[in-house]
């Protein structure tokens, strides 16, 4: 017996505002292909850091639930920036994350993460450790998700603002 694959769209909007002032906001449409215990899917967008960049964004995600209700998980995520002061490719890979229904309509989530980026113009690999943490509100086909995201663990003494970011998702299924 094979297992069909579903599928899904959707168009979301996602801002990271870093405590230090920086930001990166990104909107754009994603394909998702659902399939056994896993995951992949396409995004692209259009980003910017609201000072001195605009980007276009494509994103390839893949992901596998560890048990059957999908609250333990892997996942990765590509993400390539393409602009007139960003050209970089950036590897996020999570080897646990916790998804959990906490309500009907409502999941924590928790996932530590592995995040190593090239960046093209200055020919530069960085790697680094981080976490974040956060709340999705489902409201019919829309969701609203709230997060607080620690960069940088590698560094535990360096809690300054440049390391902590506050993040916001609203994206609508169709």
């Known amino acids: 017996m094979s297992e069909h694959i579903k599928t899904s769209s959707n168009v979301s909007v996602s801002t990271y505002q870093t405590l230090n002032g920086k930001n990166f906001s990104v ?57 007139k002061n960003t050209e970089s490719t950036q590897i996020r890979y999570s080897p646990l994350s916790v998804d959990l229904p906490v309500g009907k309509n409502t999941n ?25 943490a956060g709340v999705t509100q489902k409201i019919n086909d829309w969701s609203i998700s709230l997060e607080a995201q620690r960069y940088n663990l590698q560094d535990l003494k360096d809690n300054s603002n440049k390391n902590w970011s506050i993040n916001g998702i609203v994206s609508y299924k169709f």
């Open 108 to 132: 924590i989530y928790l996932n530590p993460h592995y995040s190593g980026q090239y960046d093209y113009k200055k020919d530069k690999w960085t790697n680094s450790f981080g976490a974040f």
């Open 27 to 83: 909107a754009g449409i994603e394909e998702k292909f659902n399939f056994m215990k896993g995951y992949t899917s396409a995004f692209i967008g259009l980003g910017t850091n609201f000072k001195d960049d605009g980007m276009f964004v494509v994103d390839i995600k893949g992901g596998y639930n560890y048990d059957k209700k999908g609250i333990f998980n892997q996942n990765l995520r590509i993400r390539n920036k393409m602009g």
